[in-house]
């Protein structure tokens, strides 16, 4: 493993904090979790303040990752982390080993660097390739040629804890983009793409874009029993079979009928 030198590892707002004393009072929920957050979250890890809200759990991240593999066609080749945030799930991605390339895209460039680092902690730095860009701009850019090797994921912001109070969650309300305005320029791209949104998602939304006749699969990721949030997972990403589960870290399968439908 090669380093970040010390001058671009920390700044101002860069932290891995040791003590509850030293976390500020609106994440020590998120502080008392590190573990599951980060398992290796003694080794060094850094975050900034705001990455605690939009971190996918380690072992949540570990199996969207394998199920991306599971579902994704043998001619993808690339997988595209649009938010790539801290680095929870493109970690995640690079350690499944079934991806050529694994793009990391965070447009705050203090983030980026704990991603950096927190890559380098679980020993996949050279498996990475970061680009700090606004990930619309990045992507059309860069992977318009690519786009039939591509998977893209993305986990957007959610808009901070308020969605949790919604029975059904207004997808279009996210800040700052919507549904809308996260699938139509990534569909672009390529067909295939996951999006990892809250649990209580409006289901009528995802099935807008699902072709009349056609599928899109949707599963749930859970904590303690309980969903923690979905993936909807898009294009040519669909199981042979489907089983429906709710233990830790493993997804429930959702039947619901829509304008397409979803399995």
Known sequence: MQPLAEEELTSKRQFHYSHRSQVPPNIQKYWEQRHQIFSKYDEGILLTDNAWFGITPEFVA????QDVVSLAPSNKTIIIDAFAGAGGNTIAFALSGRWERVFGIEKDPDVLKCAKRNAEVYGVAKKIFWIEGDCFEVIKARFKAQGKDAVIFASPPWGGPDYKADQVFDLNSM??????????????????????LPRTSNLNQISKYVPTGEQVHVRHYCMKGASKALCVFYGNLRPESSTERCEDGFPLHQPLPTTGSLT
């Open 62 to 65: 570990n199996q969207v990752a």
């Open 175 to 196: 800040e700052p983009y919507g549904l809308d305005d996260l699938y139509m320029p990534f569909s672009r791209i390529t067909k295939e793409i996951v999006m990892y």
